[in-house]
């Protein structure tokens, strides 16, 4: 799934078993799976997006950079529920009328992105 909230924009999949190239990654997704079988891996192209969207959860949130050549630079890895937590703080703290209005007082790169999404969806009558 896509998500592009105040924090930015991340990438979210259930991981689908396959190990890492990664010492490090592989780690943590070990890590993660003791905890829930069920492992969610977050990306976002920015550090600082990813600390900012799972800080509600943990305070000092593990982010891993990413191998060259992987589709985004940073990951995060989190349990189900602590996804079901990241988008339930998302949704309780709502705090602006109109999205794309806030972006563009906010984040100009956002901004862009928030008006190609909707564009995409109105084009396609909302059925991406």
């Given amino acids: 799934m896509y998500l592009q909230c105040k924090h930015g924009f ?3 999949d259930l991981w689908d078993g396959t190990w890492t190239t990664s010492r490090a990654h592989d780690e943590e997704l070990r890590r993660v799976r003791r905890r829930s ?5 977050v990306r976002s192209r920015s550090v600082h997006t990813l600390e900012n969207l799972v800080w509600g959860i943990r305070r000092d949130p593990e982010v891993f950079e990413s191998a060259p050549g992987w589709d985004y630079a940073f990951r995060v890895y989190l349990t189900d529920k602590e996804w079901g937590k990241v988008l339930t703080d998302v949704a309780l703290h709502l705090d602006y009328r109109n999205f794309k209005k806030w972006t563009i007082e906010n984040s100009r790169g956002q901004a862009e992105l928030a008006h190609d999404v909707w564009h995409a969806a109105h084009d396609n009558g909302g059925n991406l």
């Fill in 37 to 41: 079988k069920r492992v969610i891996v």
């Fill in 10 to 12: 991340v990438e979210a």
